[in-house]
């Protein structure tokens, strides 16, 4: 079983449109998050939501919106795409509650590539 | 602000010679530690980790690192690298408390093994 998958693998689309990425992990973990790793393969965190309340917003565009109907998904829709915006994007999990840490568990990853 | 540096970019070594990866953090405190892999087109696997105690780790595939308070460091050994170890490796940060896991990424260090 696969412990946190998204969907799509690989999203090619043109510019100006809207997509969304699919998250869910079977681990039973509270805490989901979202990775950007851009064309120099440095990852950088973009959103924490811990049991479906958002913690962590760095400093991404209000196109990018994160959504997290249950504890076990985190969806991430982007409006208005452009040409930047291409990365691949990741999505991870981890048991964490204040002061209890453990290891976040990532997914293969989402090519984004706009054109 | 928490911040990782992994000095080499790219490192080649020949197959069964040793290997460190180094990887050095700025941070007040002790943090917590870990190591990723990430093989080509694919997601991030956990290495090893470090939260507190020994400061020699050990870790999957054959793979220990060692924390050194001292140099603020936390570099990845391997005594003999096998061909399957090409990948880049990615060193990470995160500050514990109510950071809720959130990860800082070093810019990763891609492992060319040669036959």
């Known amino acids: 079983d696969t412990a946190v998958s998204q969907t799509p693998k690989y999203l090619v689309t043109q510019m100006g449109n809207d997509k969304s990425i699919k998250c869910e992990q079977n681990l039973g973990h509270d805490t989901m998050y979202w990775y950007k790793q851009d064309s120099k393969k440095f990852l950088k965190i973009m959103f924490s939501?811990?049991?479906?309340?958002?913690?962590i917003n760095e400093t991404v565009p209000n196109r990018f919106s994160p959504k997290s109907p249950d504890k076990a998904h985190l969806n991430l829709h982007i409006n208005s795409l452009e040409l930047g915006d291409s990365a691949v994007y990741f999505c991870?999990?981890?048991?964490?509650?204040?002061?209890?840490?453990?290891?976040?568990?990532f997914g293969q990853g989402t090519r984004l590539t706009v054109v | 602000a928490q911040s990782v540096t992994q000095p080499d970019i790219h490192i080649t070594v020949s197959e069964g010679a040793s290997l460190e990866l180094r990887c050095n953090y700025s941070?007040?405190?002790?943090?917590?530690l870990f190591w990723y892999v990430q093989s080509p087109g694919q997601g991030l696997q956990l290495l090893l980790k470090?939260?507190?105690?020994?400061?020699l780790v050990q870790g999957i595939k054959g793979f220990e690192a060692e924390f050194k308070r001292s140099q603020s460091s936390f570099n990845l050994r391997k005594p003999s690298v096998h061909w399957s170890d090409a990948a880049e490796y990615f060193c990470a940060v995160n500050a514990g408390g109510t950071s809720y896991g959130k990860l800082t990424f070093g810019q990763g260090t891609i492992l060319t093994v040669h036959p």
């Open positions: 991870a999990s981890s048991q964490d509650m204040a002061g209890v840490l453990t290891e976040a568990f």
């Open positions: 941070y007040g405190a002790t943090p917590y």
């Open positions: 470090y939260f507190s105690g020994d400061t």
């Open positions: 939501y811990n049991n479906k309340e958002l913690i």
